[in-house]
C-alpha cells in the first residue's frame, strides 16, 4: 500500500485512535485479514467471523510487526476503532485508488472472470506494472484488499468483480471506480439466486453504468444480454468476440493437437496471430476480452499477440494440465462449475484426448435453482454426444441426473457410472485408468473434487511429477 500515517488512515475511515502512542507512524505494508500473512509494516483488519474473532489475535499480529489493527472495539494494542471493518476498509480502498492515478480495469461475467482477469494483467504487465486480483478475490472484502495493494509504482489495477444481487457490483465500482469495464457474459452461474437471466445481465451491466466519458465499456459482441448492455454507459463502447462486427475480434479459430487455441486477432490498428498455452476454445473468448482491454490502453495487435501466447494459468484448478510419468494426463478444473464451464471443459477434453481415453469426472453445479435437474442432464447428454470415452457421476441427486442424462443419450452400461463420494472414484479410476489416459475433474468448489485429481496425482507420482 502507499504509505499512510495511523493518523491519515483513522481520519479517511472515521476511526478513533487507541493506543498508539504516535499517530504519525506510517504503514508501509499491506493490510491484512489473516495474521498468518502479517510483515512488518502492515496494518491487521480484524474481522468476526462465524468460526474466528481476528481481534483476538491482535496482540499476536502487532508482534509479528502490524503497527496497528483495524478494529470494531479496543484490543490493548495500537488500533484504530470504527464502527463496521469492512466499511472502513471500502472507504481506505477508495482514498488509496483516488491517489494512486492508475487506470483501473473492473470485469465481470458468469464465467470466466478469473481466467481473463489472468490474461489482462498477464499482457498489461509487458507494457508497465500492474496489480490484480489473486484468484478470486472478488466481493466486498477481497476487492479493497487487493485495490490497497497497489503502490506509487503502479499503472494498471485489474479487478474482478463478483455478484450474488443485484447492486452488489454497484457498490463495488464505487469503492474502486474504473475506467475501463468489462462484461465477459450472461450465463447460469447463480442462476438460483438471481431468478433468471435477464436479473444476472441487470447485475452485471452494473460495472459499465459508472464508466467516465473517457473510459470504455468493453463488450462481448456474440452475447445478445451482453450486447444489450450498451445504452447503460456514456463511455465508448468496444465489442469483442467472433462477431463480423466486434471491433476486436478472432479469425480462423482452431485447436492444436494438444488442445490449445489459435487464431487470428484482428484489432482496429493491426491484426497478429495466436497461440495460447491454456487449454480450450472458451479461451478465445478470454483473450479477445483481454485483447480489447490492451488495445484500449494503447498496445498494438503485435504487442497483445505476442503477450496472449506467452501467458499461463495463475489461478489454481482452472484447467490446470499435469501430466503423470506413466502418460496419464489429469486436467484439474474442479475450483467451480456452471453449465457453459461444464460445457467448455468438456469439449476441451475431447480436443486434448485425440486418439486417448478421456474420462470426465463430474460433480454437482451449484445454485442453478429450478433449472438444477434439466442442466445436470444436458451436460450429461452432451459427454455422450461428444464420445467421451466414460463419464463418472460423483456424488448425490445432482450427480445422478448427470449419470441419467448420459444414459438416455445412448450411455448404456459401461460409458457411464455413478459413484457416492470423491473416495470412491478414486478408488475406481486408480484400478481402472491405464497409461495415456486423459482425465477432466469438475464440479463445483463445495464438492471438492480437487482432491479425486490430488490423489490420482500422488498414486501416478513414481518420481517428479511433469506439469506442463
Same mark, same amino acid.
Given at each position: 500500500?502507499?504509505?499512510?500515517?495511523?493518523?491519515?488512515?483513522?481520519?479517511?475511515?472515521?476511526?478513533?485512535?487507541? &493506543?498508539?502512542?504516535?499517530?504519525?507512524?506510517?504503514?508501509?505494508?499491506?493490510?491484512?485479514?489473516?495474521?498468518?500473512?502479517?510483515?512488518?509494516?502492515?496494518?491487521?483488519?480484524?474481522?468476526?467471523?462465524?468460526?474466528?474473532?481476528?481481534?483476538?489475535?491482535?496482540?499476536?499480529?502487532?508482534?509479528?510487526?502490524?503497527?496497528?489493527?483495524?478494529?470494531?472495539?479496543?484490543?490493548?494494542?495500537?488500533?484504530?476503532?470504527?464502527?463496521?471493518?469492512?466499511?472502513?476498509?471500502?472507504?481506505?480502498?477508495?482514498?488509496?485508488?483516488?491517489?494512486?492515478?492508475?487506470?483501473?480495469?473492473?470485469?465481470?461475467?458468469?464465467?470466466?472472470?478469473?481466467?481473463?482477469?489472468?490474461?489482462?494483467?498477464?499482457?498489461?504487465?509487458?507494457?508497465?506494472?500492474?496489480?490484480?486480483?489473486?484468484?478470486?478475490?472478488?466481493?466486498?472484502?477481497?476487492?479493497?484488499?487487493?485495490?490497497?495493494?497497489?503502490?506509487?509504482?503502479?499503472?494498471?489495477?485489474?479487478?474482478?468483480?463478483?455478484?450474488?444481487?443485484?447492486?452488489?457490483?454497484?457498490?463495488?465500482?464505487?469503492?474502486?471506480?474504473?475506467?475501463?469495464?468489462?462484461?465477459?457474459?450472461?450465463?447460469?452461474?447463480?442462476?438460483?439466486?438471481?431468478?433468471?437471466?435477464?436479473?444476472?445481465?441487470?447485475?452485471?451491466?452494473?460495472?459499465?453504468?459508472?464508466?467516465?466519458?473517457?473510459?470504455?465499456?468493453?463488450?462481448?459482441?456474440?452475447?445478445?444480454?451482453?450486447?444489450?448492455?450498451?445504452?447503460?454507459?456514456?463511455?465508448?463502447?468496444?465489442?469483442?468476440?467472433?462477431?463480423?462486427?466486434?471491433?476486436?475480434?478472432?479469425?480462423?479459430?482452431?485447436?492444436?493437437?494438444?488442445?490449445?487455441?489459435?487464431?487470428?486477432?484482428?484489432?482496429?490498428?493491426?491484426?497478429?496471430?495466436?497461440?495460447?498455452?491454456?487449454?480450450?476454445?472458451?479461451?478465445?473468448?478470454?483473450?479477445?476480452?483481454?485483447?480489447?482491454?490492451?488495445?484500449?490502453?494503447?498496445?498494438?495487435?503485435?504487442?497483445?499477440?505476442?503477450?496472449?501466447?506467452?501467458?499461463?494459468?495463475?489461478?489454481?484448478?482452472?484447467?490446470?494440465?499435469?501430466?503423470?510419468?506413466?502418460?496419464?494426463?489429469?486436467?484439474?478444473?474442479?475450483?467451480?462449475?456452471?453449465?457453459?464451464?461444464?460445457?467448455?471443459?468438456?469439449?476441451?477434453?475431447?480436443?486434448?484426448?485425440?486418439?486417448?481415453?478421456?474420462?470426465?469426472?463430474?460433480?454437482?453445479?451449484?445454485?442453478?435453482?429450478?433449472?438444477?435437474?434439466?442442466?445436470?442432464?444436458?451436460?450429461?447428454?452432451?459427454?455422450?454426444?461428444?464420445?467421451?470415452?466414460?463419464?463418472?457421476?460423483?456424488?448425490?441427486?445432482?450427480?445422478?441426473?448427470?449419470?441419467?442424462?448420459?444414459?438416455?443419450?445412448?450411455?448404456?452400461?459401461?460409458?457411464?457410472?455413478?459413484?457416492?463420494?470423491?473416495?470412491?472414484?478414486? &478408488?475406481?479410476?486408480?484400478?481402472?485408468?491405464?497409461?495415456?489416459?486423459?482425465?477432466?475433474?469438475?464440479?463445483?468448489?463445495?464438492?471438492?473434487?480437487?482432491?479425486?485429481?490430488?490423489?490420482?496425482?500422488?498414486?501416478?507420482?513414481?518420481?517428479?511429477?511433469?506439469?506442463?
Amino acid at each position: 500500500m502507499i504509505a499512510l500515517s495511523l493518523a491519515e488512515i483513522a481520519a479517511v475511515v472515521g476511526g478513533q485512535t487507541h &493506543d498508539i502512542p504516535d499517530p504519525s507512524v506510517q504503514v508501509t505494508g499491506p493490510v491484512v485479514r489473516d495474521s498468518r500473512e502479517v510483515v512488518p509494516g502492515s496494518l491487521f483488519a480484524a474481522f468476526v467471523g462465524e468460526r474466528v474473532d481476528g481481534h483476538d489475535f491482535a496482540p499476536q499480529v502487532v508482534e509479528a510487526g502490524a503497527v496497528a489493527v483495524l478494529a470494531s472495539r479496543p484490543v490493548g494494542v495500537p488500533s484504530i476503532v470504527v464502527e463496521d471493518v469492512q466499511s472502513a476498509l471500502g472507504a481506505l480502498a477508495r482514498h488509496v485508488v483516488a491517489r494512486l492515478g492508475a487506470t483501473l480495469v473492473a470485469l465481470t461475467g458468469s464465467a470466466g472472470k478469473t481466467s481473463t482477469k489472468d490474461l489482462i494483467a498477464q499482457v498489461l504487465s509487458t507494457k508497465a506494472p500492474t496489480v490484480f486480483t489473486p484468484g478470486s478475490f472478488n466481493n466486498e472484502i477481497g476487492l479493497p484488499l487487493t485495490a490497497l495493494t497497489a503502490t506509487e509504482e503502479t499503472r494498471f489495477l485489474v479487478l474482478e468483480m463478483g455478484a450474488r444481487g443485484i447492486g452488489h457490483i454497484r457498490y463495488l465500482t464505487g469503492l474502486t471506480p474504473p475506467r475501463i469495464g468489462v462484461v465477459l457474459n450472461v450465463g447460469s452461474a447463480h442462476i438460483g439466486e438471481f431468478g433468471g437471466r435477464e436479473q444476472i445481465a441487470q447485475a452485471k451491466g452494473e460495472i459499465i453504468e459508472g464508466l467516465p466519458e473517457d473510459g470504455a465499456a468493453i463488450l462481448n459482441a456474440d452475447d445478445p444480454l451482453v450486447r444489450a448492455m450498451a445504452p447503460r454507459t456514456k463511455a465508448k463502447v468496444v465489442l469483442f468476440g467472433e462477431s463480423a462486427e466486434a471491433d476486436v475480434r478472432a479469425e480462423n479459430v482452431r485447436l492444436t493437437d494438444t488442445g490449445q487455441p489459435s487464431f487470428r486477432l484482428h484489432t482496429p490498428s493491426g491484426a497478429a496471430d495466436v497461440t495460447m498455452r491454456l487449454y480450450g476454445e472458451h479461451h478465445v473468448s478470454n483473450a479477445l476480452a483481454a485483447a480489447a482491454v490492451a488495445h484500449e490502453l494503447g498496445m498494438s495487435a503485435e504487442e497483445i499477440a505476442t503477450a496472449l501466447s506467452g501467458a499461463g494459468s495463475l489461478s489454481r484448478w482452472r484447467m490446470e494440465v499435469t501430466e503423470r510419468p506413466d502418460g496419464v494426463t489429469i486436467v484439474n478444473d474442479a475450483y467451480n462449475a456452471n453449465p457453459e464451464s461444464m460445457r467448455a471443459a468438456l469439449r476441451a477434453l475431447v480436443a486434448m484426448g485425440k486418439g486417448r481415453r478421456t474420462w470426465a469426472v463430474l460433480g454437482k453445479m451449484a445454485e442453478l435453482g429450478d433449472e438444477a435437474l434439466a442442466e445436470h442432464d444436458a451436460v450429461g447428454r452432451l459427454a455422450v454426444r461428444l464420445n467421451v470415452s466414460k463419464l463418472v457421476a460423483v456424488g448425490g441427486i445432482e450427480a445422478s441426473w448427470l449419470q441419467l442424462g448420459a444414459y438416455n443419450e445412448g450411455s448404456w452400461g459401461e460409458e457411464s457410472v455413478h459413484v457416492s463420494d470423491a473416495q470412491a472414484a478414486i &478408488d475406481l479410476l486408480r484400478s481402472e485408468l491405464r497409461p495415456g489416459d486423459v482425465v477432466l475433474v469438475k464440479a463445483s468448489r463445495s464438492v471438492g473434487l480437487e482432491g479425486v485429481a490430488a490423489a490420482l496425482l500422488e498414486t501416478g507420482a513414481e518420481g517428479e511429477v511433469a506439469a506442463r
